[in-house]
């Protein structure tokens, strides 16, 4: 059972009815998060239960949105491993390093979590159809679950997507438009696709669930860490959804009593190209402005303007975190890297985050005895480009 009792909006606090389809909060259009009745759940849900669940996703049921079992629908998303990276770690100089390796996920990434629970969601509250602007991995996740839970999907994407997305999305059955420029022209491309058609448009962080099935992360790495977080966790950020939501989580972990008060620094990590929430950071400000030009082989980190840009900004700053970006070069080396030395095939975004740990143990902003996770948020075989340019 689902202790859901409310939406909330995350910037003027304003409360909604979970029971009705939402998006962006209609008073100043910024993004809703699900709020659990997290007391009675403390008293009623003990994480030493966990022990007898079957791993993934659906295992922080209590935790999540969707109320019937009917409409858990699953392709056995979440229960992604923690690998030690050792050879990494040495070479680095530190002792316990970590990936967390989404790849493994259903449709090769993580967007296969938040993926699952905004289609089921949204199946619950009866859509008659999902579109999606999305840089590839969304698209294949979404068109993926769509399937699963019997919904029509339409997606939209750039132009220049690698073609295994294209043929990922084809293969579910789904509808494509596809559309020149960043995904940020995608997104209003949806947005009038899903007017005219009445579907539901499930844009990152414009409706409420996706973000719940991204905190997942969040909740199975205190699992895997015997709810003990690690020191720093660095993260390939575009929309932040991933960040945001484990940040989320680790707050409900705590008001569960399942964790303490401490927080791991969390590190966002963009490219050279586009980098709009590192230059935020780093100038102090509440939002991002607009990244103009936006470029790089990294597709999920082409993200010019993120909606949850000031959650992602509070997040780093909270946790004494920070925010760099990376060269297309250091990021393809990364992905190289992390194949030869720990045998894992990474995406671009995953191969960023290990550019950018070198950047950070080089500057001594992480320390040899830290315990550190690198997020490789997707299977590197969809981007045959990359791993061409990453051997060559
Ligand atoms: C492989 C990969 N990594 C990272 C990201 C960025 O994710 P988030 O929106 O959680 O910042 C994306 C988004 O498209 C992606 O596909
Ligand atoms: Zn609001």
Not at 201 to 216: A, I
């Amino acid at each position: 059972m689902s202790y859901l009792t409310h939406l909330e909006c995350a910037h003027c606090e304003a409360t909604y009815d979970p029971a009705e389809l939402h998006r962006l909060c209609p008073v100043c259009e910024k993004p809703l998060l699900a709020r659990y009745d997290l007391n009675s759940l403390r008293r009623a849900w003990q994480r030493s239960s966990l022990a007898q669940r079957a791993p993934g996703l659906w295992r922080y049921k209590e935790a999540l949105p969707v109320e019937s079992q009917a409409h858990m629908f699953t392709l056995g998303e979440g229960g992604t491993l923690l690998l030690k990276a050792t050879k990494l770690g040495e070479e680095l100089g530190l002792e316990q390093l970590f990936v967390k390796d989404e790849g493994l996920n259903p449709t090769g990434s993580f967007k296969a979590r938040g993926l699952c629970v905004a289609v089921c969601r949204a199946a619950e509250l009866g859509v008659d159809g999902v579109v999606i602007p999305s840089a590839g991995n969304a698209a294949g996740a979404m068109c993926a679950y769509a399937a699963r839970a019997s919904l029509p999907a339409h997606v939209v994407m750039p132009r220049d997507v690698p073609a295994p997305f294209l043929l990922e999305c084809k293969s579910f059955g789904a509808e494509i438009t596809l559309v020149e420029g960043t995904i940020a022209d995608c997104g209003r491309r949806a947005g009038q696709i899903a007017q005219a058609s009445g579907w539901f448009d499930l844009s990152t962080l414009k409706e409420p669930y996706r973000v719940e099935g991204k905190k997942t992360m969040g909740y199975e790495l205190a699992e895997d860490l015997a709810w003990e977080l690690p020191d720093v966790i660095v993260y390939p950020t575009g929309g932040g959804t991933g960040l945001i939501g484990m940040w989320k989580a680790f707050d409900e972990l705590e008001a569960l009593g399942w964790i303490g008060a401490e927080r791991p620094r969390m590190v966002a990590v963009q490219a050279e190209g586009c980098a709009p929430i590192v230059r935020a950071f780093h100038a102090g400000a509440t939002f991002a402005s607009l990244w103009e030009g936006a470029e790089t082989v990294a597709a999920g980190l082409r993200v010019p303007a993120a909606v949850g840009d000031f959650l992602i900004l509070e997040a780093l700053r909270e946790s004494q975190g920070t925010a760099l970006s990376v060269a297309e070069e250091e990021l393809l080396a990364g992905q190289r890297s992390l194949a030869q030395a720990e045998g894992i095939l990474a995406c671009p975004e995953g191969g960023a985050t290990l550019a950018a740990l070198r950047t950070l143990c080089r500057q001594g902003w992480v320390e040899p005895h830290e315990q550190v996770v690198l997020f490789n948020t997707g299977t590197g075989i969809k981007y045959p480009d990359t791993l061409e340019a990453a051997t060559s």
